[in-house]
């Protein structure tokens, strides 16, 4: 529900609705509307042509000028990056690394590709349309090469290793991706590997495939498939300045308050209820949907969870692995 005009403002401010983040968008146009009068007032003579002019480079300059609320990004930087389709990205560019070894994602792409080639390209599934058993053991015995492998995990419903597709996360999440990347598809009760696929895999081996994925988990994946929360956030929209923003500092409760920053209005998708804070429930989907079940699936962080220490549970540490800073580099000044 919206908050009142005379309501605190659910971004967490202090201040009243309507002296916040209701009136963000109108400060800005009357700023620019002052702006205009002031140039009209000082250059009577202007035609209304002229100062169309004026108003448009005012408006580029503003939209260009970095906004502190986006931790210094201009808004066309903040709006390419929300909004451009994959390749037309600007400010970062986006490698696919010679060595895939650590990344849970890739490497169960290359286990399921691997047991397609050795029987001409498919395999059978299980009656439920899963993987079989071979890569799924396959799969779980390469944990230990991975970096989650230093914490403890449940089994029972594991990320990183399980008796079947349906109880291992990080698996079913790789299939699925492969799948709507356009590498695998099932039919008559098989898994096939697209002919084109096979051969870029031949000629090119796994790599060829990490930017088709990532294009895949960042544009078509579904990020609240895997979890309960009923919230409509669609953080896809907001991936790369998140990513961004963590690589820089590596702090989870940091990265949560510089999103209700420049996104305020994400904490009306997110209503209180008697267990949690509107922000409480946004830090918690990040969490899960953001840096667990996307950037740790493709090893790009390690997520060291919560212990006691002192009788008091220290949150979740984020480690940026060296494959992000790999794979993402930015070329912005700030």
């Avoid at 080639?117 to 779980?140: H, W, Y």
């Avoid at 895949?216 to 953080?235: C, M, R």
């Avoid at 740790?296 to 940026?320: C, I, S, Y």
Wanted: net charge negative; glycine share 6%; hydrophobic share 40%.
């Amino acid at each position: 529900m919206k908050p009142g005009r005379n309501e605190p403002c659910p971004c967490g401010s202090g201040k009243k609705y309507k002296r916040c983040c209701m009136n963000s968008i109108s400060k800005q146009h009357a700023a620019l509307l002052d702006d205009i009068e002031q140039v009209a007032a000082m250059n009577p003579n202007l035609s209304i042509e002229e100062l169309t002019i004026v108003a448009e480079q005012k408006v580029k300059a503003g939209n260009e000028r970095p906004n502190p609320d986006f931790c210094g990004l201009s808004p066309t930087q903040m709006s390419n990056w929300l909004y451009a389709p994959f390749k037309e990205l600007e400010g970062v560019t986006i490698h696919t690394p010679d060595d895939l070894k650590t990344s849970p994602v890739m490497r169960y792409l290359e286990l399921i590709l691997d047991e397609a080639m050795q029987g001409d390209g498919s395999f059978k599934a299980t009656s439920k349309g899963n993987l079989p058993t071979k890569i799924v053991k396959q799969a779980s015995e390469l944990l230990p090469e991975f970096a989650v492998s230093q914490f403890e995990r449940q089994i029972s419903i594991s990320e990183y290793a399980g008796s079947n597709e349906d109880k291992f996360n990080a698996l079913h999440y790789s299939r699925v991706l492969a799948e709507l990347a356009g590498i695998i598809y099932r039919r008559s009760g098989r898994y096939h590997v697209k002919k084109s696929a096979q051969k870029q895999y031949q000629t090119h081996g796994i790599q060829a495939f990490f930017i088709p994925m990532l294009e895949a988990a960042t544009t078509q994946y579904n990020w609240g498939y895997l979890d309960s929360w009923e919230q409509d956030i669609d953080l896809r929209t907001f991936w790369l300045f998140m990513l961004w923003c963590l690589q820089s500092h590596g702090n989870t409760a940091q990265l949560i308050e510089e999103v209700i920053t420049a996104f305020p209005d994400l904490l009306l998708r997110c209503p209180e209820d008697e267990y949690w804070s509107s922000s409480q429930s946004l830090g918690i989907i990040i969490e899960s949907r953001f840096i667990k079940r996307f950037l740790e699936f493709w090893g790009f962080v390690a997520v060291a969870p919560m212990r006691q220490v002192n009788g008091f549970l220290t949150p979740d540490k984020v480690e940026v692995q060296a494959l992000m800073k790999l794979v993402f580099q930015f070329r912005l000044e700030v």
